[in-house]
């Protein structure tokens, strides 16, 4: 009896570990503000993406992330990257994955990152977002890379020429 009452003990002490452990690592790999995939559970996920049909990687940067916290505060700020997660979650639903990289970076794959879809995420990034009873402004920069356009496509390269891209439609270069 005392052998069996120890061993039932152990097994829930063992499955209570193991429960803990596993929420551990499900929400180490969420972002908790956004909710979002954070950057090692986004590119796990995302490597299997990349040699499908159509596939591209795309890098958003919030412009001016600094002085929209700054003029509106940190509250605001925040409403701003879980606004932008929810919509860059939203447009790749169906066809892709979206992840926060960190700050105001985020980052998705999609297999269909036609030209038209491009221009929808772009207007839909640059909408602003209300907050208080306010309308507080928000802009993104956008940079793809199509996995096709590589010479091999891994997904360091993807994101490097993702990031490439970015920044070049911010209007600067970025240093090597």
């Given at each position: ?36 995939h954070t950057r090692s559970g986004w590119s796990a996920r995302a490597e299997r993406l990349l040699n ?78 209300p907050h208080n009873g306010a309308l507080i402004p928000v802009t993104a920069s956008i940079g793809t ?32």
């Open positions: 009896m005392y052998s069996y009452a120890f061993t039932a003990l152990a097994f829930s002490g063992w499955l209570l570990h193991s429960g803990w452990l596993t929420h551990r690592l499900r929400t180490a790999r969420r972002d908790p503000l956004t909710g979002l499908q049909p159509g596939a591209a990687v795309l890098l958003v940067d919030l412009d001016h992330f600094k002085q929209l916290n700054d003029t509106y505060g940190h509250p605001a700020g925040d409403a701003a990257l879980t606004a932008t997660a929810q919509r860059l979650a939203a447009w790749c639903h169906r066809t892709g994955l979206a992840g926060r990289i960190g700050g105001d970076e985020f980052t998705a794959i999609t297999t269909d990152a036609t030209a038209g879809r491009l221009d929808d995420l772009a207007r839909l990034l640059n909408r602003p977002v890379s199509h996995a096709a356009e590589l010479p091999v496509p891994t997904l360091s390269d993807a994101l490097s020429a993702a990031d490439q891209a970015m920044y070049a439609a911010k209007g600067h270069t970025r240093r090597p």
